[in-house]
Nanobody, 121 residues
Framework: QVQLVESGGGLVQPGGSLRLSCAAS????????MGWHRQAPGKERVLVAA???????NYADSVKGRFTISRDNGKNTVYLQMNSLKPEDTAVYYC???????????????WGQGTQVTVSS
C-alpha cells in the first residue's frame, strides 16, 4: 500500500507565495517521475510541473519563472514553490508519483488527495 499526502495549500493574496509538499510512503521500491497537476473549477486537470528522479524538470508555460519543483529522494517527497501567485492559479493541486512497489512488485501511478490553493484579495 502506498500513500501520497499533500500539505501546504491555503489562501494567499495575489503576488504572494506558497510551498506545497507531497510525501510518499508505504511499500515503495523506487520512485521515478513525480509531478504536480492542478484542476480549476469546471476545467480539466493539467500538468503544472514534473521532475525526474535525477532532477530534470519541466513546467507548464503558465507557471515558468514563478514556480519551482524540487524533490528530496531520501524523504520520498516532492515540493512545489509557488511565487508571484495570480488569481488564475486558484485550483486544487494534486501530486503524483510514477513508482515501483514491493509486494506486489509492479510499476504504478499514484495520486494524492489534493490540496486547495486559493489566490484572492
Amino acid at each position: 500500500q502506498v500513500q501520497l499526502v499533500e500539505s501546504g495549500g491555503g489562501l494567499v493574496q495575489p503576488g504572494g507565495s506558497l510551498r506545497l509538499s507531497c510525501a510518499a510512503s508505504g511499500s515503495i521500491l523506487r520512485i521515478n517521475d513525480m509531478g504536480w497537476h492542478r484542476q480549476a473549477p469546471g476545467k480539466e486537470r493539467v500538468l503544472v510541473a514534473a521532475i525526474t528522479n535525477n532532477g530534470r524538470t519541466n513546467y507548464a508555460d503558465s507557471v515558468k519563472g514563478r514556480f519551482t519543483i524540487s524533490r528530496d529522494n531520501g524523504k520520498n517527497t516532492v515540493y512545489l514553490q509557488m511565487n508571484s501567485l495570480k488569481p488564475e492559479d486558484t485550483a486544487v493541486y494534486y501530486c503524483n508519483a510514477d513508482l515501483w512497489t514491493i509486494g506486489p512488485h509492479g510499476r504504478y501511478d499514484y495520486w494524492g488527495q489534493g490540496t486547495q490553493v486559493t489566490v484572492s484579495s
